[in-house]
Structure formats: C-alpha cells, structure tokens
C-alpha cells in the first residue's frame, strides 16, 4: 500500500506529512551520487501527497551516468529553442533531439482546451466553469454522441488507469455499434435526467456497466429471505461506487458471511460462467456483484458503522 492508505493523518497533519517527506529525501540522497543533484529533486516545496511523487523505476539512478546532466531552471531559465538546442539565461546547450515533458492539466485540460460547443450553442467552458458535471465520466449534458474517456467523475486516476481506459473503450465502442445496427441517430437526448442522483441507483448503474440484466438474474438466484430486501437496496441506494474500506473483527460474523456470499456466487456461475464473460466489466462480474452485496449483508444482519472518508485543504491547517 502507498503512504496514504497506511497513515491516515498524512494530508491532515503537516507534521506527519514531513515525516514522509524527509523519509523520501533520504532515499533520494541515498540513491544519488551527486549530492548537488539531489539537493534540486528534493527541493519540494510543497507536501508529499499534493502533486503526484516521481516514483519511476531507475529514475534517480539515471542521474548516476556519466552523459547525464541536471540544470536547475528555476535558477537558470529557458531563453529560447536555437537551432541547435536550449539557450538558457546563462548557457547554451546542444542537442540531437528535445522531448518535452512539461506537465499536464489533468482531467479537464485537455477537453477545455477546446472550444467546444454543445447544443443551444453551450460552451463546455461555460458549463464547467463552476466544476465539471458528467455522466459517469463517459458523456456531459448537452452534448450528445460526444464521449469521454476517463473523463472526469470516472474513477480515472484514482484506480487503475489502463484497466479503466479499456472498459470505457470497450464500453462507448459497444454502443456506438448498438446505435448503427438500430439506426439510432442520438444517445443521450436529455442527459441531464441521467444526472439525477434519485435515479442513479445501484442497479441503474449496474445495468449500465455491467450488463444489462445481469443483476436481475443474480437477484433471482438468491435465497428467498434476501430477495426481496436486496432488490430494494439496489433499487433506492445511490451510492453505487464508494470508496469503502472495510473491516471486522469478529470471525463468527466473517463466517456467516461467507456462507451467504459463496454459494449464491457459485448459483450465479451456472448461469453466467466464465467463458462467455468478455471485457473487464464482464470478467469481473463476480466481484461487481459481492462489492454491492457485502454492505447490504451487514447492514442487513449486523450492528455496521459507516465513517466518511473526510477531506481537508491543509494549506487551512496552522
């Protein structure tokens, strides 16, 4: 696990942020033969956690080879692109090739850099200005046919990105197909309905994503008693895709769960198997089903506490 999930005061506390800070200079300093390079790495001037850390393997190492050089340009600036390289304030520097790696402006940059205009002559910045809205992440109010990959409000960056990127493909690819062989001409007519939080429930979400029907067959598959409460749970809970972490410590309780969970799963499996599962919404169906049976089940039969995941800016912090 990273920093984040073992300690839990680490974007609350400036001073346990420090901690990890300083504990990552000293792998850094450790790893850096010139300490004169390693002092302008480590020159963070902001806490651990805030911008995404340099983690990637052989990075530092790199600065070890001889044909390598680091030029601070927060202390010797680009002048300009020559001909024949980079002239900074101070020198000239000569290369073959140049790659720019200047950074990014995640999630909404790249869509707003565009002068997108949906129906009603709508801005996408005139939307946005105030936060981006989407539906899932995948499509925005007002502008039909047009999707989104790991846009924002999709799990994007705080899961695994490439297995993301690869359902939505998957995903907007399965539709655009199912609109051509239906002559369908618009998705999404009125999208802001979508956005309604009273209709975004766990089973309209589940229909969505996970194939149309699937928890419906999975529904009828459970035993008599849970029925008809689990089909109430996924039809009025909205909160289709928390970030949960989830802990018990009594093995009697674990137990009885395990003897619920396992043998429905294994009555699901005679229906949908595994061979016929293609793509990673569907390869994982088994796990998108336990994921929203296990807090129906122990708010069902146990005395459960939910606690939020809390944020706060600690730039507010003393």
Same mark, same amino acid.
């Given at each position: 696990?990273?920093?984040? %999930?073992?300690?839990?005061?680490? +974007?609350?506390?400036?001073? =346990?942020?420090?901690?990890? /800070?300083? @504990? #990552?200079?000293?792998?850094?300093?450790?790893?850096?033969?010139?300490?004169?390079?390693?002092?302008?790495?480590?020159?963070?001037?902001?806490?651990?956690?805030?911008?995404?850390?340099?983690?990637?393997?052989?990075?530092?190492?790199?600065?070890?080879?001889?044909?390598?050089?680091?030029?601070?340009?927060?202390?010797?600036?680009?002048?300009?692109?020559?001909?024949?390289?980079?002239?900074?304030?101070?020198?000239?520097?000569?290369?073959?090739?140049?790659?720019?790696?200047?950074?990014?402006?995640?999630?909404?940059?790249?869509?707003?850099?565009?002068?997108?205009?949906?129906?009603?002559?709508?801005?996408?910045?005139?939307?946005?200005?105030?936060?981006?809205?989407?539906?899932?992440?995948?499509?925005?109010?007002?502008?039909?046919?047009?999707?989104?990959?790991?846009?924002? %409000?999709?799990?994007?960056?705080? +899961?695994?990105?490439?297995? =993301?990127?690869?359902?939505? /493909?998957? @995903? #907007?690819?399965?539709?655009?197909?199912?609109?051509?062989?239906?002559?369908?001409?618009?998705?999404?007519?009125?999208?802001?309905?979508?956005?309604?939080?009273?209709?975004?429930?766990?089973?309209?979400?589940?229909?969505?994503?996970?194939?149309?029907?699937?928890?419906?067959?999975?529904?009828?598959?459970?035993?008599?008693?849970?029925?008809?409460?689990?089909?109430?749970?996924?039809?009025?809970?909205?909160?289709?895709?928390?970030?949960?972490?989830?802990?018990?410590?009594?093995?009697?309780?674990?137990?009885?769960?395990?003897?619920?969970?396992?043998?429905?799963?294994?009555?699901?499996?005679?229906?949908?198997?595994?061979?016929?599962?293609?793509?990673?919404?569907?390869?994982?169906?088994?796990?998108?089903?336990?994921?929203?049976?296990?807090?129906?089940?122990?708010?069902?039969?146990?005395?459960?506490?939910?606690?939020?995941?809390?944020?706060?800016?600690?730039?507010?912090?003393?």
């Amino acid at each position: 696990m990273g920093f984040r %999930g073992l300690f839990k005061d680490i +974007t609350t506390n400036l001073d =346990a942020n420090k901690t990890v /800070v300083n @504990f #990552i200079k000293e792998k850094v300093e450790a790893t850096m033969q010139n300490k004169d390079y390693a002092k302008v790495v480590t020159d963070f001037n902001y806490p651990f956690a805030t911008r995404r850390p340099t983690l990637n393997t052989d990075y530092y190492e790199t600065f070890n080879k001889d044909n390598v050089e680091l030029i601070d340009i927060s202390k010797d600036l680009i002048k300009e692109i020559t001909k024949t390289g980079i002239s900074t304030l101070n020198n000239n520097y000569e290369f073959d090739i140049i790659v720019f790696a200047t950074g990014y402006d995640a999630i909404t940059g790249a869509l707003l850099s565009i002068d997108m205009v949906g129906k009603n002559n709508i801005k996408l910045s005139e939307l946005w200005k105030n936060g981006p809205s989407t539906y899932l992440g995948l499509q925005v109010p007002g502008f039909p046919n047009f999707f989104t990959i790991t846009g924002p %409000g999709s799990p994007s960056v705080l +899961t695994n990105v490439p297995m =993301a990127i690869e359902q939505h /493909v998957e @995903f #907007i690819t399965d539709c655009i197909s199912h609109m051509e062989k239906n002559n369908f001409k618009t998705i999404f007519k009125n999208p802001s309905l979508l956005l309604n939080k009273d209709k975004r429930s766990i089973k309209f979400h589940f229909d969505m994503m996970h194939g149309f029907g699937n928890l419906d067959k999975a529904i009828e598959l459970l035993d008599p008693e849970e029925k008809n409460d689990f089909t109430e749970f996924v039809n009025t809970n909205v909160s289709f895709n928390p970030q949960n972490m989830f802990i018990c410590k009594s093995k009697k309780i674990l137990t009885s769960y395990y003897d619920s969970i396992f043998p429905w799963l294994l009555r699901c499996e005679k229906i949908f198997g595994f061979n016929n599962l293609k793509g990673y919404d569907q390869i994982r169906l088994y796990a998108y089903l336990s994921e929203r049976y296990l807090p129906f089940w122990f708010e069902k039969y146990t005395n459960s506490t939910y606690s939020p995941w809390k944020f706060i800016d600690i730039n507010l912090l003393d």
